[in-house]
């Protein structure tokens, strides 16, 4: 039966150029395995002030309000209507076709495009944001100076997908999740957005993984003191597999690992090794610090993991 807090709302940016492809793409995908859980999908594109390029040099910038006289109103609608809303359209007629009944909004704004995605967050209530995941096929600086990266880098509280080629290549049937747990409340929030999926394609789903890595340093101790290393985590698996049973995974579907190590390097290695699909993490707790581009297990994962499509998450 489906519960409130199994419907979903997605904020999706896009651009009007070929790099939106991969974000529609992700969406009919999602669309495909969620189905009816999903109730809202806003489009979203921000316009960032590219109708007045071809005027710039006839401005007078001393006018104040210049942007909001008759002239650039009706360049802007122009814009809009040319070349903007047709994109956005053929987009929501993608996604539609995909088997959705959803409600789908198309929004088009002025603006930072930062600002309105994090500012439209909140005001929509959205559960779930798409972003583009560019460079998949570059090492350095991937996201560097782009809107996804300046996303990433704010205070969104919802789940953010950043599309991955693996599951998009063989048919959005995901065969294999990875959750990473620790003690914190966006791990325990990571595990429940993984079990709605899991319910949602049992048919499909071979096997979700849950995955703790130990500090180095407790293991280290506790070798040392010939004490069980994997102990304290054992209750932490153990209650992450009776809730995704309560969800409906069969219990002989889940696998659990726990490790010591770097965080980033033990998820790489079972992400590569399992062929991994979906990787779910929280954007908080213990490895995974405020700012995400920092050295954090997130941004070691996000560069190294281009397969998997991995979904961080917060706690509203």
């Given at each position: 039966?489906?519960?409130?807090?199994?419907?979903?709302?997605?904020?999706?940016?896009?651009?009007?150029?070929?790099?939106?492809?991969?974000?529609?793409?992700?969406?009919?995908?999602?669309?495909?395995?969620?189905?009816?859980?999903?109730?809202?999908?806003?489009?979203?594109?921000?316009?960032?002030?590219?109708?007045?390029?071809?005027?710039m040099?006839?401005?007078?910038?001393?006018?104040?309000?210049?942007?909001?006289?008759?002239?650039?109103?009706?360049?802007?609608?122009?814009?809009?209507?040319?070349?903007?809303?047709?994109?956005?359209?053929?987009?929501?007629?993608?996604?539609?076709?995909?088997g959705?009944?959803?409600?789908?909004?198309?929004?088009?704004?002025?603006?930072?495009?930062?600002?309105r995605?994090?500012?439209?967050?909140?005001?929509?209530?959205?559960?779930?944001?798409?972003?583009?995941?560019?460079?998949?096929?570059?090492?350095?600086?991937?996201?560097v100076?782009?809107?996804?990266?300046?996303?990433?880098?704010?205070?969104?509280?919802?789940?953010?997908?950043?599309?991955?080629?693996?599951?998009?290549?063989?048919g959005?049937q995901?065969?294999?999740?990875?959750?990473?747990?620790?003690?914190?409340?966006?791990?325990?929030e990571?595990?429940?957005?993984?079990?709605?999926?899991?319910?949602?394609?049992?048919?499909?789903?071979?096997?979700?993984?849950?995955?703790?890595?130990?500090?180095?340093?407790?293991?280290?101790?506790?070798?040392?003191?010939?004490?069980?290393?994997?102990?304290?985590?054992?209750?932490?698996?153990?209650?992450?597999?009776?809730?995704?049973?309560?969800?409906?995974?069969?219990?002989?579907?889940?696998?659990?690992?726990?490790?010591?190590?770097?965080?980033?390097?033990?998820?790489?290695?079972?992400?590569?090794?399992?062929?991994?699909?979906?990787?779910?993490?929280?954007?908080?707790?213990?490895?995974?610090?405020?700012?995400?581009f920092?050295?954090?297990?997130?941004?070691?994962i996000?560069?190294?993991?281009?397969?998997?499509?991995?979904?961080?998450?917060?706690?509203?």
């Open positions: 039966m489906k519960t409130l807090e199994d419907t979903v709302r997605f904020l999706v940016p896009l651009d009007i150029d070929g790099s939106r492809d991969q974000s529609v793409a992700m969406m009919k995908c999602l669309v495909s395995i969620l189905g009816d859980r999903i109730v809202k999908i806003t489009l979203l594109h921000v316009m960032a002030g590219r109708y007045l390029s071809g005027h040099a006839n401005i007078d910038f001393r006018a104040k309000n210049v942007i909001s006289t008759d002239k650039f109103k009706e360049l802007r609608q122009q814009y809009i209507d040319s070349r903007i809303r047709p994109v956005l359209e053929e987009a929501k007629e993608e996604i539609r076709r995909a959705t009944s959803a409600e789908i909004k198309i929004l088009v704004e002025d603006g930072d495009p930062v600002e995605i994090v500012e439209r967050v909140a005001r929509e209530g959205v559960d779930a944001l798409v972003l583009q995941r560019s460079g998949l096929s570059r090492v350095g600086d991937m996201f100076g782009s809107v996804t990266s300046g996303v990433l880098h704010r205070e969104v509280r919802c789940s953010i997908y950043l599309p991955g080629s693996r599951l998009l290549e063989q959005c995901p065969k294999c999740c990875l959750v990473a747990l620790d003690e914190s409340e966006h791990s325990a990571a595990l429940a957005r993984a079990g709605r999926l899991a319910s949602a394609c049992s048919d499909t789903l071979d096997r979700i993984i849950l995955v703790h890595v130990l500090d180095i340093a407790r293991c280290g101790e506790a070798l040392a003191d010939g004490r069980e290393v994997a102990g304290p985590a054992e209750k932490l698996l153990n209650d992450a597999v009776s809730f995704l049973v309560s969800r409906g995974v069969a219990e002989d579907r889940v696998r659990k690992v726990a490790a010591c190590g770097d965080p980033a390097e033990v998820l790489t290695d079972v992400a590569g090794k399992e062929k991994v699909d979906v990787l779910f993490m929280g954007r908080r707790g213990r490895g995974a610090v405020k700012d995400i920092m050295g954090s297990v997130s941004r070691k996000i560069y190294r993991c281009p397969e998997p499509t991995i979904v961080l998450v917060s706690v509203d």
